[in-house]
C-alpha cells in the first residue's frame, strides 16, 4: 500500500488540529452524578466547533457529508485522543456510516442530514455481556408481525445518557447478526449509569420487550461486521494519537527534569525505554493504516481483512498499555499523582485497552486465519 496521504486527508488532519488546539486535557467539569466521574456530559461546545468544521460528516457520501475515507477518519480521531477531547465522535461517526450503507433512504436520509449537522448524535451499544466480538448476542430480536422485538442487556455504552438514538447489535432468531436503531426516549428501556476506568459517564442499556419498526432496524449483510471494525480501527487510531501525546510529554519532562546536574534524557537507559515506545508508536501506526486502507479497500490480500484488524489490535492494544506504563515510570513520583494531566491520559489508555480485548485473543484469530490461508506464510 502507499502510506502518502492524500491532499483531502491531510486537509481533514489540519482542519482537525485547529478545532483540537483549544481543548484542555485536564480541563473537565466537577460530577455531580457519580462518584469517580469526570464530568456528567460531553464537550458540547467543541462537539458545536466539530460541526461547523464540516467534521462530523467527514465518513459520510454526499449529500450528507464529504465523503472521505476511513483514513481520513482515523487522522481526526488521532487529533482528538491527542487532548482526550471528550466528545462522541468515533461512535457518532461509525454509526451514521452503518446507517448510510444499510438503512433504507427513510428515516436514513434525514437522520443523516440532522448528524452531519450535529443535531443529533448517535452512539454504539458494542460492548455486551459476551464480551466484545460476540456482543450481538447479549441481546436477542425476534420479528413480532410489521416490529421487531429486543430483549437482553448491553452494558458500558459511551455516552448513553447525551444520545439520541443507540444503535444495538442483536442475534436474529435465524443466528444471524442485525443492528436496531433505538431512541433513548422511547418506552421498554432502562439506563443505568456506569463510569468507565478512564472516569466517563457510561450506561448499562435495559431492554425488555422493547418494540422496534422495522424501519429501524439494519439487517443487511455485514452490517455488524462493518460496524464493528469501524469502531475497532477507530479505537485503535485513539489509541495512537494518545500514545504519540504521552510519549512527547515525557520527553519534554526528561529534557528538563536534573538528576546530578545532568538531564534525565541523557541517560541510557532513559533513552532506551523512551526509543523503545517509539518503536511501539511506530508499528502501531503502521498496522492501523494497513487495516483502514484494507478496509476501504477492494483489493484482495493474501489474508482476510479481518487479518489485518487483528494486527492493528495487538499494536494497539499491547503498544499504548507500554507507552503510559513507561511515561508512568519516567516521570516518577509526578506520575502517580490522580492532579497531573498524565494519569488521565494513563485511565483513557487503560479504557482503550479494555476496550480493543487481550491480545491473546486476536493472536488466536491471527493464527487461525493463517492455518486457513497456508499459502499467505510463502
Not at 74 to 99: G, H, K, M, T, W
Amino acid at each position: 500500500m502507499d502510506f502518502t496521504f492524500t491532499e483531502e486527508q491531510r486537509a481533514a488532519a489540519e482542519a482537525a488540529k485547529g478545532v483540537f488546539a483549544s481543548v484542555a486535557p485536564d480541563a473537565v467539569t466537577s460530577p455531580t452524578l457519580a462518584p469517580g466521574a469526570v464530568a456528567e456530559g460531553w464537550d458540547t461546545p467543541l462537539w458545536t466547533r466539530l460541526a461547523k468544521a464540516d467534521l462530523l460528516g467527514l465518513p459520510l457520501r454526499a449529500p450528507h457529508g464529504s465523503g472521505l475515507d476511513t483514513i481520513a477518519l482515523c487522522l481526526v480521531l488521532r487529533e482528538s485522543s491527542r487532548v482526550l477531547a471528550r466528545v462522541p465522535l468515533l461512535e457518532n461517526s461509525a454509526a451514521a456510516v452503518a446507517v448510510q450503507r444499510h438503512a433504507p433512504s427513510d428515516p436514513g436520509d434525514d437522520l443523516l442530514q440532522r448528524v452531519a449537522r450535529g443535531e443529533s448524535v448517535l452512539t454504539v451499544a458494542s460492548h455486551g455481556r459476551t464480551g466484545h466480538e460476540p456482543a450481538e448476542l447479549a441481546v436477542s430480536a425476534r420479528r413480532n408481525g410489521a416490529r421487531w422485538v429486543l430483549d437482553g442487556i448491553q452494558t458500558a455504552v459511551p455516552w448513553a445518557f447525551d444520545a439520541d438514538v443507540v444503535l444495538v447489535p442483536a442475534c436474529a432468531e435465524d443466528g444471524r447478526p442485525v443492528v436496531a436503531l433505538v431512541d433513548r426516549e422511547q418506552p421498554g428501556i432502562e439506563l443505568v449509569e456506569q463510569v468507565s476506568t478512564s472516569g466517563e459517564r457510561l450506561g448499562e442499556l435495559r431492554l425488555r420487550s422493547t418494540e422496534i419498526a422495522t424501519r429501524d432496524m439494519l439487517t443487511g449483510e455485514g452490517v455488524w461486521d462493518d460496524l464493528r471494525d469501524l469502531l475497532t480501527i477507530g479505537t485503535c487510531a485513539l489509541a495512537l494519537g494518545l500514545g504519540e501525546r504521552v510519549l512527547r510529554m515525557t520527553g519534554e519532562y526528561t529534557g528538563e527534569r536534573e538528576q546530578f546536574g545532568h538531564p534525565l534524557a541523557t541517560f541510557q537507559a532513559v533513552a532506551m525505554q523512551a526509543a523503545d515506545r517509539y518503536i511501539d508508536l511506530r508499528a502501531m501506526e503502521v498496522t492501523l493504516w494497513q487495516a483502514a486502507w484494507r478496509l476501504d479497500s477492494a483489493t484482495d490480500g493474501p489474508l482476510p481483512t479481518r487479518a489485518d484488524v487483528a494486527v492493528a489490535k495487538i499494536w494497539a492494544a499491547e503498544g499504548v498499555r507500554r507507552v503510559v506504563q513507561t511515561a508512568q515510570h519516567l516521570h516518577g513520583g509526578f506520575g502517580a499523582d490522580v492532579d497531573c494531566v498524565l494519569h488521565r491520559y494513563h485511565a483513557w489508555a487503560k479504557h482503550l485497552e479494555l476496550a480493543l480485548g487481550p491480545s491473546s485473543a486476536h493472536e488466536e484469530v491471527l493464527g487461525d486465519l493463517l492455518a486457513a490461508h497456508p499459502m499467505a506464510i510463502n
